[in-house]
């Protein structure tokens, strides 16, 4: 049987219970219809991939200066493989419509780098400020941990009403533990839009 987190709570994905070889992050969600809104609902999955400190060290290729979080260590629209070929999402479905995951992010956890020790799992509404969307708007999330047999191992769910005025989230965390992983409901909303805005608030 699956194992139905609360926020804050964690379960252990040992190996002898699981085949981590290659597992499913998936995750779903309802956008509610509003005739008032023009704008499509657009909620996009990111991956941070952190050291033993909780903190993104390779931001990316540097352009003029900046880096641009490209070919680094966060997996997002515009750079939808890891370096390490390791971990990677699946797609973009903007509005959530249909049963099952709306995005997935697949990782190989068994073969991850040893110097990524947390793995943070990030959901934003894309332009949710300019076009007054926010998670209250959004029923039956879900994020869940499904090894390569299809076997759900973990399941963390929320209702979007406690969520007015936040258009981001941490949604859930793996963590490295000796030769298992933690995942972790986490659920903290933020009222900014970009999942940047987290990344530099919570993990550099």
């Known amino acids: 049987m699956p194992i139905s987190l609360k926020k804050g709570h964690g379960v252990s994905l040992q190996k002898k219970d699981y085949d981590l070889s290659l597992v499913t992050i998936g995750l779903g969600w309802d956008c509610i219809e509003d005739s008032s809104q023009s704008a499509e609902w657009d909620l996009d999955v990111i991956a941070f991939l952190c050291d033993s400190n909780r903190k993104v060290k390779d931001l990316g290729t540097v352009q003029g200066g900046k880096p641009t979080l490209l070919n680094g260590d966060v997996v997002f629209f515009n750079s939808l493989k890891h370096k390490s070929g390791q971990i990677w999402l699946t797609g973009d479905n903007r509005t ?3 049963d099952g995951d ?14 990524y020790h947390l793995i943070a799992f990030i959901v934003q509404i894309y332009q949710g400020i300019k076009n007054g969307q926010d998670f209250s708007g959004v029923n039956n999330a879900f994020i869940r941990a499904v090894d390569k047999t299809g076997r759900e191992m973990a399941r963390f769910e929320l209702s ?3 969520f007015t005025k936040s258009c981001s989230m941490i949604f859930a ?5 000796n030769n298992a ?6 659920g903290e909303p933020f009222a900014s839009d970009s999942f940047v805005h987290i990344l530099k608030e919570r993990y550099l």
């Open 160 to 162: 979007g009403s406690q």
């Open 96 to 98: 959530g419509e249909g």
């Open 181 to 186: 992983w933690k995942f972790s409901a986490v």
């Open 173 to 177: 965390e793996l963590t490295r533990e």
């Open 102 to 115: 709306d995005e997935q992010i697949i990782v190989k956890l068994d073969t991850i780098p040893e110097q």
